[in-house]
Structure formats: structure tokens, C-alpha cells
């Protein structure tokens, strides 16, 4: 993988037909990291919110930190968040059967967001190697 890339051997027409497709992924990559980033932004509002909210002495044992919704005995039961401890109701709660525990919708959209940004892997290919994918392919055609 730390080997230079060589595309001397190359036609013209095949080194322009490899540029259309890398603007491809260039443009496929900004239309994800777009994406991506509007749940970043979601999730930062809603621990910023909760966080609020959790400043309110007792605030969590008597509402939903997500909803605010109050909780009841049986209707609404509150149930603690594996991941970020706090309180929650049963509609803003989903049961995980692997880790036998209750998640709350934000702690599952941030689960959902670092296992669709491949945040971890491209994190390790960094320290690993200077440039990767698409960019070592750029560079190596912008050099012929």
C-alpha cells in the first residue's frame, strides 16, 4: 500500500477517463460528508439541549430528557440510556438485544453516525499512510 502508484502506462484517453471517475467520487464524497455533517449538527443541538436541561435539579427523574414528556408508573416508564445515562421515555427508547440494554434515539443516530462515516477507519488509514484512494490517484495523474 506504501508503494508509489505508477500510471505512465497510461493513454491519454484512459488517464481522462480515470479523472472523470475520481471528480465522481470527489463529488459522491462531498454530497456524503453534507450529509453527515447535518447530523453531526443535529446531535450537537440535542446535547447541548440536553444538557440544559439536565442542569434542572430533577429534571430527568420526573420528564424524558429527549421529549420532555413526563413519566408515568405504567404508561411511561422511564428507562436509563446505556450510552449517555440519561432518562428516557418509551418513544424516544429503542431495546438493544447485543448489548441487553436500552438506547435513546440520540444515542443512536451518534451510534448510526460514526458506523456511516467510517470515521474510525479513515482515522487509522491516516496515521498509516499520507495519501490514499482517490488522492494518491490524483496526484499520480496531475504528475504524467
Same mark, same amino acid.
Given at each position: 500500500?506504501g508503494?508509489?502508484?505508477?500510471?505512465?502506462?497510461?493513454?491519454?484517453?484512459?488517464a481522462?477517463?480515470?479523472?472523470?471517475?475520481?471528480?465522481?467520487?470527489?463529488?459522491?464524497?462531498?454530497?456524503?460528508?453534507?450529509?453527515?455533517?447535518?447530523?453531526?449538527?443535529?446531535?450537537d443541538?440535542?446535547?447541548?439541549?440536553?444538557?440544559?436541561?439536565?442542569?434542572?435539579?430533577?429534571? @430527568?427523574? +420526573?420528564?424524558?430528557? $429527549?421529549?420532555?414528556?413526563p413519566?408515568?408508573? #405504567?404508561?411511561?416508564?422511564? %428507562?436509563?440510556?446505556?450510552?449517555?445515562?440519561y432518562?428516557?421515555?418509551?418513544?424516544?427508547?429503542?431495546?438493544?438485544?447485543?448489548?441487553?440494554?436500552?438506547?435513546c434515539?440520540?444515542?443512536?443516530?451518534?451510534?448510526?453516525?460514526?458506523t456511516q462515516?467510517?470515521?474510525?477507519?479513515?482515522? @487509522?488509514? +491516516?496515521?498509516?499512510? $499520507?495519501?490514499?484512494g482517490s488522492a494518491?490517484? #490524483?496526484?499520480?495523474?496531475? %504528475?504524467?
Amino acid at each position: 500500500m506504501g508503494r508509489k502508484l505508477d500510471l505512465s502506462g497510461l493513454s491519454d484517453h484512459e488517464a481522462e477517463h480515470v479523472l472523470q471517475v475520481v471528480q465522481r467520487d470527489m463529488k459522491l464524497r462531498k454530497k456524503e460528508e453534507e450529509r453527515l455533517s447535518e447530523l453531526r449538527q443535529e446531535l450537537d443541538e440535542e446535547g447541548s439541549r440536553c444538557l440544559l436541561l439536565s442542569r434542572q435539579r430533577c429534571f @430527568n427523574q +420526573r420528564c424524558c430528557i $429527549r421529549c420532555c414528556s413526563p413519566f408515568t408508573f #405504567l404508561l411511561n416508564p422511564k %428507562r436509563q440510556c446505556r450510552d449517555c445515562r440519561y432518562n428516557v421515555c418509551k418513544a424516544c427508547r429503542a431495546y438493544s438485544k447485543r448489548e441487553r440494554g436500552w438506547l435513546c434515539s440520540a444515542c443512536q443516530k451518534s451510534r448510526l453516525l460514526k458506523t456511516q462515516s467510517l470515521e474510525w477507519f479513515y482515522n @487509522n488509514v +491516516r496515521k498509516r499512510f $499520507r495519501r490514499f484512494g482517490s488522492a494518491k490517484v #490524483l496526484k499520480t495523474l496531475y %504528475r504524467k
